[in-house]
C-alpha cells in the first residue's frame, strides 16, 4: 500500500525552528516530486514547497522563501522541510504529496498530515 507519513510538527516559540519529515512506505520516492502543503483553521490549502525527484529543482511560496529549506534522502526514501524564524502566520497542518519526476499543479497521493502551532 501507497503511504505517505508526515512528523515533526508540535507548537513552537515564535522564532523558533522544526523540521517536518515526510517518509514514503509501499513505493520508491526517488521516482517522485514531493510538495508541501499547508491548511490553517477557515483558510484554503497553499503550497509551501516543492521538490523534484532528483532534488535538482526547488521553489517556495514567497511567504517562507528565505526561512524554510526543503531537502530530501533518497537512501531513506524521506523529504525533510526545514522550518526557521516561525511566524504564528506559519500555524497549520502540514502536509506532503508526491507526483511523478517534477513539481506541478496535481499531486497523486498524500499524507494524513501534521500540525504546526507557533504560539508564545
Known amino acids: 500500500q501507497l503511504q505517505l507519513v508526515e512528523s515533526g510538527g508540535g507548537l513552537v516559540q515564535p522564532g523558533g525552528s522544526l523540521r517536518l519529515s515526510c517518509a514514503a512506505s509501499?513505493?520508491?520516492?526517488?521516482?517522485?516530486?514531493i510538495g508541501w502543503f499547508r491548511q490553517a483553521p477557515g483558510k484554503e490549502r497553499e503550497g509551501v514547497s516543492c521538490?523534484?525527484?532528483?532534488?535538482?529543482?526547488?521553489n517556495y511560496a514567497d511567504s517562507v522563501k528565505g526561512r524554510f529549506t526543503i531537502s530530501r534522502d533518497n537512501a531513506k526514501n524521506t523529504v525533510y522541510l526545514r522550518m526557521n524564524s516561525l511566524k504564528p502566520e506559519d500555524t497549520a497542518v502540514y502536509y506532503c504529496?508526491?507526483?511523478?519526476?517534477?513539481?506541478?499543479?496535481?499531486?497523486?497521493?498524500w499524507g494524513q498530515g501534521t500540525q504546526v502551532t507557533v504560539s508564545s
Open positions: 504529496a508526491a507526483r511523478a519526476m517534477v513539481c506541478g499543479p496535481d499531486y497523486n497521493y
Open positions: 509501499g513505493f520508491t520516492l526517488g521516482y517522485f516530486a
Open positions: 521538490i523534484s525527484s532528483s532534488g535538482s529543482s526547488t
